[in-house]
């Protein structure tokens, strides 16, 4: 899951949970605003963690190989 999906799932988890009145019978649109918010915070911040190791803004190491020439 990536940070733009993250950020979605936040915002349709609030919309649910403080802008929409509705009720339906059979679900509790707050709970399910709570879980879509639980899980998009989840994934923002495990996205965050493993942003360096992806090629984000953490240091990049570099290693090169030499190899001698054939001999003379």
């Known amino acids: 899951m990536g940070l733009g999906v993250s950020i979605f799932l936040i915002a349709v988890g609030a919309i649910l949970v403080w802008a929409v009145n509705a009720s339906v019978s059979g679900l509790e649109l ?5 879980i879509l918010m639980v899980v998009g915070i ?5 996205s965050m963690i493993f942003w360096s190791s992806w090629g984000g803004f953490g240091e990049r190491r570099r290693t090169t190989y030499v190899e001698d020439g054939p001999p003379y």
Not at 30 to 34: H, Q, R
Not at 42 to 46: D, E, F, I, T
Request: aromatic content about 0%; glycine content about 20%.
């Open 30 to 34: 707050d709970t399910i605003g709570v």
């Open 42 to 46: 989840l994934g923002l911040v495990l």
